[in-house]
């Protein structure tokens, strides 16, 4: 193999991009946009091993956090702080669930340990507010969303003549070993990588449409950032209700959890709490699975998870600098992610959710393995 076309510059085109040009392998790369504007810069920049199931999926998440952390080095800019994280319990049925966590036989793997109050606030002095106890993820890392795709872009410009980025491209034709884009020009490879993110249609949508029951689903979410806060966190933080959403705390104890209060599960929301690089905080987020998507944006999930970061927090927070919305792919099956032959030399790549920052260098990884 000497030359790969790759569709799509969000992290999972653009770890891609970087795992062939660490093999040698000339690289010719599209986006449709004139830079990446979907999932990938609109998440929280959580490297999260924490919530991993056990097993296959904790295994591409470990991976992948060993190559965030090598990869930072080629591309500083993208922010990469091994930060690990705090999720806190605020009664005594998520401090019970944490308990279950902390005596997985993994536990040991994923780097738990569980701290009262008093030891999490010294570990993280900026939480001072309401919560009993929380379990600490060493090797849960942040990098910054909004940074990533131009870190690594410096970073392909950089290793020679064997790169080209074309944006405002966007794939409309297959045919093996080959795309065609909206100018007529053709991209030929030895191999086609298709990432096109939450767009089922263009590119992937013939193929898709192939299925009995589509493979993949799309799910929209809500998060917002605010200005600077005047103190640092030292761990990104996750609230108890993202014990209900992770599978690493699928055990016995969560059944006994309490119900959410309807504002937070009207939007399927969970508290996940980081801080930029400037100070700023990027907090959310929310869930919502059924189509055709709103569009415009529920203040009532924002007020609850403000309210929620407060809490935790012991603090009021610094004014709203933006909010947003945004949309990713996730596979309906039990694979991690969807990987599927197009035509000829031509794979598609798609569907890994919540996990699709976290896990972009090790599928892209395995795409390449799988290909040798």
């Known amino acids: 193999m000497d030359r790969v076309v790759i569709v799509g510059g969000g992290v999972l085109g653009m770890m891609h991009a970087v795992q062939a040009r660490l093999r040698g392998l000339d690289v010719v790369q599209l986006e449709r946009e004139a830079a990446p504007r979907g999932a990938s810069v609109r998440n929280f920049g959580l490297v999260w091993v924490s919530g991993r199931a056990p097993g296959a999926e904790l295994a591409l998440a470990q ?156 799910v929209r979410l809500q998060m917002l950032q605010t200005e600077p806060l005047s103190t640092r966190l030292t761990t990104s933080v996750a609230d108890g209700d993202s014990l209900r959403y992770y599978p690493a705390y699928d055990l016995p104890g969560r059944v006994r959890l309490a119900p959410q209060v309807p504002a937070a599960a009207a939007a399927a929301a969970q508290l996940l709490l980081v801080q930029r690089l400037d100070g700023s905080l990027t907090i959310g987020d929310t869930h919502s699975y059924d189509e055709p998507f709103a569009f415009d944006v529920d203040e009532q999930a924002y007020d609850y998870l403000r309210g929620r970061a407060e809490r935790l927090l012991g603090t009021p927070l610094p004014p709203v600098r933006r909010r947003w919305a945004g949309v990713y792919s996730q596979v309906t099956g039990r694979e991690l992610y969807h990987r599927s032959t197009v035509a000829p030399g031509v794979v598609l790549l798609t569907g890994a959710g919540g996990r699709g920052m976290t896990c972009a260098p090790a599928i892209a990884e395995e795409t390449f393995e799988a290909s040798a």
């Open 63 to 218: 991976r992948a956090r060993t190559l965030w952390e090598e990869l930072s080095e080629q591309a500083p800019g993208a922010g990469f702080r091994p930060r690990g994280s705090l999720t806190l319990a605020t009664d005594d049925a998520e401090l019970a669930l944490l308990k279950e966590a902390i005596a997985r036989p993994d536990a040991a793997e994923r780097g738990f340990e569980l701290l009262d109050q008093r030891a999490a606030a010294q570990l993280n002095p900026a939480l001072q507010g309401e919560f009993t106890g929380a379990l600490l993820c060493r090797r849960d890392a942040i990098v910054e969303p909004r940074l990533v795709p131009g870190a690594f872009l410096a970073f392909l410009a950089g290793t020679g003549r064997g790169y080209e980025w074309q944006p405002g491209r966007e794939a409309l034709t297959v045919a093996p070993h080959a795309v065609r884009d909206q100018t007529g020009a053709w991209h030929r490879g030895d191999l086609v990588v298709l990432c096109p993110g939450a767009v089922h249609t263009g590119v992937a949508g013939p193929h898709l449409a192939e299925y009995p029951s589509s493979p993949v689903r799309r």
